[in-house]
């Protein structure tokens, strides 16, 4: 990991077209802003991680929504919604 | 073409190998609010979908711009179809919705996206109302 340090107000150029400045430091919390192009995604990374976990639990197999089919009949029949 | 039930996520989805971004939108009944995403690259990858506002009427969420210019979206209500995951892995009562992730898709051009949320509001696993009382014991 390549390791820098920064100041308060100080930025980061990632490749061509990414920015990131050190926006505020206050105790143990760092404000980071984000210049990114739009098919860069930013997340925080504990969140990405748990949709990432998440995706991969919910694999699920046509015969697993067959049997939902079943109970969607139930639902549907009993509250109709738009 | 009005509307299309392939879908094309660009991004892919996370925890998913990154070529896996053609899908099939495969309504389970008429009229159900389940659906079924098939990979159309990959017969062992699916994902069971709910239309969130059947389940959940209060969810809403803002999309971010830069998430609205990636998908192209120029008429938002009509363009737009929201869908989230269910995990029902655990079996069908104790099923749970990902409301933190939604699948935002581009009904005109098919482009669509997992968008993942900067909500305190939501999780990964919201229960899925209603499956504890009409899933039926048995068949697991």
């Known amino acids: 990991m390549l390791v820098l340090t920064r100041k308060k107000g100080q930025s980061l150029t990632i490749g061509c077209n990414i920015r990131v400045v050190l926006l505020d430091i206050t105790g143990e919390t760092v404000r980071v802003g984000i210049e990114a192009p739009p098919e860069v995604v930013v997340y925080r990374s504990e969140i990405y991680q748990a949709v990432r976990d998440e995706n991969k639990s919910a694999l699920a197999s046509r015969e697993m929504a067959a049997r939902l089919k079943d109970m969607a009949s139930l639902e549907t029949s009993s509250e109709p919604k738009e | ?140």
């Not at chain 2, 581009?106 to 909500?119: E, H, K, P």
């Open chain 2, 1 to 140: 073409m009005p509307k299309t039930n392939t879908f094309t996520f660009p991004a892919g989805l996370p925890g998913l190998p990154g070529e896996l971004t053609r899908f099939e939108l495969i309504a389970l009944a008429p009229g159900s609010p389940f659906y079924f995403l098939q990979s159309l690259q990959d017969d062992n990858i699916g994902f069971i979908l709910i239309n969130p506002f059947d389940f959940f009427p209060e969810y809403e969420f803002d999309l971010p711009d830069e998430e609205s210019e990636a998908l192209g979206i120029k008429e938002p209500p009509k363009e737009l179809a929201i869908f989230c995951i269910v995990n029902a892995t655990r079996g069908l009562k104790n099923a749970t919705v990902n409301l933190l992730a939604p699948l935002v898709l581009n009904t005109v051009t098919g482009t669509a996206r997992q968008v993942v949320l900067n909500d305190r509001r939501y999780t990964v696993r919201h229960p899925l109302p209603g499956t504890a009382n009409t899933a039926t014991e048995g068949g697991r």
